[in-house]
């Protein structure tokens, strides 16, 4: 799958894996990530998470398919959108 940046400048330092994920994904970043939020590719939101204090989010409850993640830091600024498959 292909990364989608919105922010170069923290490209190299977030890092998200599996990709394809089957229930958990796991994000390493060197910025402060504290929310994530994940739509369908309908542009619909399935489900927030906060990140605070962990850096997993269970998509266990998502059905298959492409979702997007934007995920912010705690200025609620965009720090990189994600394209997803979850199997």
Do not use: M, W
Not at 41 to 46: A, R, S, T
Not at 52 to 68: A, V
């Amino acid at each position: 799958c292909n990364i989608v940046s919105l922010n170069e400048n923290y490209e190299s330092s977030f890092i998200l894996y599996p990709n394809p994920a089957f229930s958990y994904i796991t994000v390493e970043s060197k910025k402060l990530i504290e929310k994530a939020l994940i739509y369908n590719l309908n542009g619909h939101l399935v489900l927030q998470e906060s990140l605070i204090n962990k850096n997993k989010i269970d998509i266990g409850n998502l059905t298959k398919g492409f979702y997007l993640i934007s995920f912010f830091d705690r200025d609620i600024k965009l720090v990189k959108t994600v394209k997803v498959l979850k199997q």
